[in-house]
Structure formats: C-alpha cells, structure tokens
Nanobody, 124 residues
Framework: QVQLVESGGGLVQPGGSLRLSCAAS????????MGWYRQAPGKQRELVAA???????NYADSVKGRFTASRDSAKNTVYLQMNSLKPEDTAVYYC??????????????????WGQGTQVTVSS
C-alpha cells in the first residue's frame, strides 16, 4: 500500500514563499501521475497542480505563474514550490496519485486515501 506524507506548510506573509513536499512509499510512485490539491475552510477540495510520470506539469489558473510542481523519482518525492503567496492560497494542501495521465488533467482521478495534508496559512 502506497502512503503519502505531505510536509512543508506553515504561516507566511503575503508575497512570501513555501515549498511543499510529498514523500511516497512504494515503487509505484515512479510510474504514476501526481496531483497537488488544496481545501480551504468551507470549500471543496480542488486540484491546483499536476505532474506526470515524465515531469510534464499543469496548473489551475489561480496558481499559474506562481506555483511550480516537480518530482524527484529517485527520492519518491514531489514538490510544490509556491511563490507570491496570497491570502486566498490559505488551505490544507494534499498530494495524491492519479489513476492515469489523461490530457484533460483536471479530470484525473485521485485513488489513494487522503492523508493529513499540510496547512498553509498566508496572513500578515
């Protein structure tokens, strides 16, 4: 059973940066697309970034140009570099494996149980 552990969240001022990490156990990681999700209080969880097994990335319009997803397959880890953070980025951030790498990336399906995530709070 693959397990994912998110880390790197914290409190940051608007305009600041954070780097999130998602460490995966299990060799299946290297052949799966991954997604970064977030859930703000009172809102549904949303997919904000995705990275394929080959390293191709996609981003939601709300984070495009500010967030960068990447992966290190040797370390079984994916990252989310978040720059120019805004208060509306405040949320719990999660990662998950995707069942496939369909071109319509926003419809990719997460198939592992959700972990605890990592809290990101952007506030002055």
């Amino acid at each position: 059973q693959v397990q994912l552990v998110e880390s790197g969240g914290g409190l940051v001022q608007p305009g600041g940066s954070l780097r999130l990490s998602c460490a995966a156990s299990g060799s299946i990681f290297s052949i799966n697309a991954m997604g970064w999700y977030r859930q703000a209080p009172g809102k549904q969880r949303e997919l904000v970034a995705a990275v394929t097994s080959g390293g191709s990335t996609n981003y939601a319009d709300s984070v495009k140009g500010r967030f960068t997803a990447s992966r290190d397959s040797a370390k079984n880890t994916v990252y989310l570099q978040m720059n120019s953070l805004k208060p509306e980025d405040t949320a719990v951030y999660y990662c998950n494996l995707h069942t496939d790498e369909r071109p319509d990336w926003l419809t990719r399906v997460a198939y592992l149980s959700w972990g605890q995530g990592t809290q990101v709070t952007v506030s002055s």
